[in-house]
């Protein structure tokens, strides 16, 4: 069962609306990521965040921005919605531990994902 | 620059059969970590199988095993007694040992369509 919650799973909006994509984890991870993925096709990191206060954009250039106020919470803005931004938002978070052969360490949960439709 | 290639877009198999997943990087480092990741259709992506790079053994569970060449820079899925329920997209990731330094940012191929065919 996931520990990474992302709502809502499905959302159809007009251009121009603001929207926000939640995420949330209940694992006490510090490393939170955001990941772009059109139907079928590879991911692209958006945005990541190593902590309370830090965020840093990702490979993919994005109109979206992010916060980490709290530590389980990471959320995706997008202030004017478009046509482009149609596609599904993944939510990945990862242990804090780097010792090697660490349970868990550098193994990514995801949440189940946000599929948003920009009319 | 770290990259990722997943060379067969999409494949099948039998139900019960086996079969093999490509994954090849490029990497100057010598301390990273390997991942599969399974994404079946319409649902939550979830860790398959992850090696060490120094690490020789290759690493199993249950029906799934890799085949780890570190000097091809090779990272095979190998799937035995393939089941309905392995259908899904497969993907390749590195990343880069936080002890290396920079950031911890995962890169992922561009994955795999795997049928399982009744």
């Known amino acids: 069962e996931a520990d990474i919650y992302q709502t809502p799973r499905y959302l159809v909006i007009g251009t121009g609306k603001k929207i926000t994509l939640e995420c949330s984890q209940t694992?006490?991870?510090?490393?939170m990521y955001w990941y772009q993925q059109d139907p079928g096709m590879e991911l692209h990191l958006i945005h990541y965040s190593y902590g309370v206060n830090s965020t840093e954009k990702g490979d993919l250039s994005s109109e979206s921005t992010v916060s980490r106020i709290r530590t389980e919470h990471f959320p995706l803005t997008l202030e004017s919605a478009r046509p482009s931004h149609t596609s599904q938002y993944l939510c990945?978070?990862?242990?804090?531990?780097?010792?090697?052969?660490?349970?868990?360490?550098?193994?990514?949960?995801f949440g189940a994902g946000s599929r948003l439709t920009v009319l | 620059a770290q990259t990722v290639t997943q060379s067969q877009p999409e494949m099948s198999v039998q139900e019960a059969e086996t079969v093999t997943l490509s994954c090849t990087y490029d990497?100057?480092?010598?301390?990273?970590?390997l991942f599969w990741y399974k994404q079946p259709p319409s649902r939550q992506m979830i860790l398959v199988i992850r090696?060490?790079?120094?690490?020789?053994q290759n690493a199993t569970e249950n029906r799934f095993s890799v085949n780890f060449q570190k000097a091809a820079k090779s990272f095979s899925l190998k799937i035995s007694d393939s089941q309905l329920g392995d259908t899904a997209m497969y993907f390749c990731a590195f990343m880069k040992s936080q002890l290396s330094g920079g950031t911890y940012k995962y890169i992922f191929g561009t994955g795999t369509r795997l049928k399982v065919l009744a």
């Open positions: 090696q060490e790079a120094y690490k020789q």
């Open positions: 694992m006490g991870h510090d490393k």
């Open positions: 990497t100057s480092e010598n301390n990273y970590y």
């Open positions: 990945a978070s990862r242990p804090n531990g780097i010792v090697s052969g660490e349970l868990g360490a550098n193994v990514l949960t």
